[in-house]
């Protein structure tokens, strides 16, 4: 069985020379594809004259140039939206490849449950596995809990059982057939309720990255999250001022009704921030 780990990235720092070191020594992990570049909203939002990486990442990936795990594509013109960039990274799969497993750049599984899920996969035959993630908030030891409708509670799709010219078919939600015409999803899947794994997903940790993403949604989305949901809950929000700022706002920028908690994990990367 061979796994496909794939990623669509613009901007990654500062998590993508984490990433890719990650993913390349797993051991459970065969394969590292990766679709670079922006959308063309990205590039709207951030007055962009051409599509690659502006911050380093180009360099990081370029690294990796002939090893043995890593495929990579370099935008050339804008990706039209994230489906078409997803596929960008389906183009480079191996015809052997069995599953795509789905990271986005800030997002890591402890090794022991990336093997843990390999064994899963082999076992069950799963057509797709979702996850339920702790979503860090402003740093390494709070997260985002709760939220009405698709909020931090919510698993999130990344396993999908992969045949020789599958293709995505939508981005929101994440779409791929199987070779009878039934989405993955409803075939033999594994529900975040059931699955033992956990996602550690750093979505809202550093100022860039937040940033750019609620540029992105605010043109995409159709809604002002800078307005409504940076400046006044992302910025504003510290330890010392989070009940006055949650009892106000929520910390999900779509889903009413999220707040944050503190933790002690252990991470699966050496993450500093």
Request: aromatic share 14%; glycine share 6%; with cysteine.
């Amino acid at each position: 069985m061979k796994i496909a780990v794939c990623l669509i990235v613009f901007n990654g720092k500062p998590y993508i020379d984490y990433w890719l070191k990650h993913y390349t020594e797993c051991p459970d992990i065969d394969y590292v594809c990766i679709s670079e570049g922006a959308t063309r909203n990205m590039m709207q939002v951030l007055s962009l004259t051409r599509p690659r990486s502006n911050d380093g990442t180009v360099d990081v990936i370029q690294q990796y140039n002939g090893h043995p795990k890593v495929r990579f594509v370099n935008a050339v013109v804008p990706w039209p939206e994230k489906m078409e960039q997803q596929n960008g990274y389906v183009d480079l799969l191996p015809p052997d490849t069995d599953y795509i497993w789905i990271a986005d750049s800030d997002e890591f599984y402890h090794y022991s449950d990336i093997h843990l899920m390999r064994g899963l996969l082999e076992q069950h035959g799963y057509t797709f596995v979702e996850f339920i993630a702790h979503h860090f908030w402003k740093g390494l030891n709070t997260v985002g809990i709760g939220g009405r409708g698709w909020a931090y509670d919510q698993p999130m799709d990344r396993i999908f059982k992969y045949y020789p010219g599958a293709r995505f078919l939508f981005h929101r939600p994440i779409k791929m057939l199987m070779p009878d015409g039934r989405p993955c999803k409803e075939v033999k899947p594994l529900k975040g309720a059931d699955n033992p794994v956990r996602m550690y997903h750093y979505s809202y940790v550093t100022q860039k990255n937040v940033y750019e993403k609620m540029m992105y949604y605010t043109l995409t989305m159709g809604r002002n999250y800078m307005t409504d949901w940076y400046y006044p809950v992302w910025e504003r929000w510290t330890h010392d001022n989070r009940a006055e700022i949650e009892s106000r706002y929520s910390i999900h920028p779509s889903c009413p009704g999220a707040t944050t908690k503190d933790v002690d994990l252990i991470h699966p990367v050496n993450i500093e921030i």
